[in-house]
């Protein structure tokens, strides 16, 4: 796991049965995908939205056996995301290790995803109700309409705010929100205090997007992960750009009307977004964001889980990987 | 839809229920892919899986509108897996007509599939009995590992029946299974007569594999809808030529020990399996499991759903499309 949760030792170690029920569910028959999955749970997530189901669940009647399976297929789900989007991505990196499907090829990330889809299913119909199950299966066609709307906008730089916004809260946002929301649902809170976190999700989860898009501008690639200007590579335009193209000085339109970047258009472009202070402006919107959750958490009662949400929301607004 | 149910009007006429649902569920802001699934449901395939869990569910209380939602996510969830499954074999033609990934490209169809699993299951929360969700999601983690098996063992001519029986139960019969299963279960009967009928779709559905695996050696083009040899130009060997190879004279070895093969090669083993009487065994092999089917329909109670069972097991079996 990385060292994201170093300071809070109790989630650390909750984070580590979460991480053992993970491994424990993905064994199977075919080593070779066996270790794939055992792989990408070892290779050092955040474990952000499983941490946010736990949080969450310490505002009601906390029950560790529900939640730490709960926490556990709501990371199976990202990683089934991560899978599939590596695909479609064509990405060689994911964490700063080969992705499955530069390993093993895309036909196997396709059943691999899948398979972890199924496992989420199989261990939410062992204890969870019937409202979470919908919850997951609606996140997940959010998640899926978020991705095959930025498929479909590739390379095309007339991209709106408002769209883009739409479009990250269906592929990131929803699923940090979901995390609260079940959370804190299975722990026997009312349907206000759930909505009310699950805003603390949402918020979370605009603003760490948004960061991570930005980082795709500003970040290294050490740290990061992945190379830099990947997004764009593929046609991908985010928050930075959009900005930096409110500024055009028609440099900017002319390399992206193409349909295929080289390397020398990347690095232009890249140079240009961060000159005409798109990173800034992304910045400030993503601080919006975050001041919103901290309001939304500021209303919470106040206990150990509250100030942890604080910290975090804080940190992943600076964080640089 | 196909002319299979075209002597069961009233099947028929239920399938054409079942289609509009799935429609009504396949609607979303993209109207690419909303078209795209569209096409697909359209495309005229058999509907057997969604027929056996209408055909299951009269030998209880049949309650229509669960049924019929039951059995349009059954067929969702096979369309899912041939989405998924056209971007492995990197196929062009599925029902005759272009493949989605063909069309739209293999990162299309990854979230496509997704889609189609994530309404699966929104559907399934619906008002199915979480006995059933669990069944769904355990037969897509089947299915999974059957394909990943499948895949792994490309290119490797030593295959078992008994490992090809393994695996295309998993890929399979599993869901025709769970077709009747969910049916009857779902239609108040008791655990004895829903495994009674589970074995009827497991047999049903192991010949229909084979038969499938047989059109791919001797099928015409033109009714089966996808090219002759497709599996083989893959690398996956099924039951003709793992009987043919056990005769074999050595030049089918020598073909087939290399990583890819031409359009001669295909030809040639083609022609080789045929000769030595691979699909005449492959065909006495799923003889034999229609007879089991027969045997399990027999014992069932009479009426108008186990005359509908025979027949069509039987027209399966001879099927040449």
Redesign the interface.
């Known amino acids: 796991m990385s060292n994201f949760w170093n300071e809070y030792p109790d989630i650390k170690n909750e984070l580590e049965i979460v991480k053992n029920i993970m491994k424990e569910n993905v064994k199977?028959?075919?080593k070779?995908?066996e270790k794939a999955l055992l792989d990408l749970i070892d290779s050092g997530g955040k474990m952000i939205r499983p941490a946010f189901v736990l949080l969450s669940g310490r505002f009601g009647e906390f029950d560790g056996d529900k939640l730490y399976s709960l926490a556990a297929i709501v990371e199976m789900l990202h990683m089934a995301t991560l899978v599939?989007d590596d695909?479609?991505d064509d990405a060689r990196l994911r964490r700063g290790s080969p992705t499955i499907q530069s390993k093993y090829g895309?036909?196997?990330a396709?059943?691999?995803?899948?398979?972890l889809?199924?496992?989420?299913?199989?261990l939410?119909?062992?204890n969870t109700s019937?409202?979470s199950?919908?919850g997951?299966?609606?996140v997940?066609?959010k998640?899926?309409?978020g991705?095959?709307?930025q498929?479909?906008s590739r390379f095309t730089p007339n991209l709106s705010v408002k769209k883009y916004l739409k479009r990250i809260g269906a592929k990131t946002a929803a699923l940090f929100s979901l995390s609260c929301y079940i959370g804190a649902s299975e722990s026997g809170l009312d349907e206000k205090q759930c909505k009310s976190l699950a805003k603390v999700g949402y918020y979370i989860g605009m603003a760490f997007q948004i960061i991570d898009d930005i980082l795709d501008y500003n970040g290294n690639q050490g740290s990061v992960g992945k190379p830099i200007g990947n997004d764009l590579k593929q046609g991908i335009f985010t928050l930075p750009l959009i900005y930096a193209l409110r500024r055009d000085n028609n440099t900017l339109s002319k390399i992206l009307c193409k349909n295929d970047y080289s390397e020398e258009d990347i690095k232009k472009v890249v140079e240009i977004t961060r000159k005409s202070n798109g990173i800034e402006e992304a910045r400030r919107l993503a601080k919006k964001y975050t001041d919103k959750a901290f309001k939304q958490i500021s209303a919470l009662p106040d206990n150990e889980s509250r100030k942890i949400f604080m910290d975090v929301a804080k940190r992943l607004l600076n964080r640089e990987y």
Chains 1, 2 share one sequence.
């Open positions: 199977s028959a075919h070779d995908m599939h695909i479609v895309k036909d196997y396709v059943f691999m995803g899948d398979f889809f199924a496992k989420c299913f199989m939410l119909s062992n019937m409202e199950i919908k997951v299966a609606k997940v066609s998640i899926c309409l991705e095959i709307e498929f479909s």
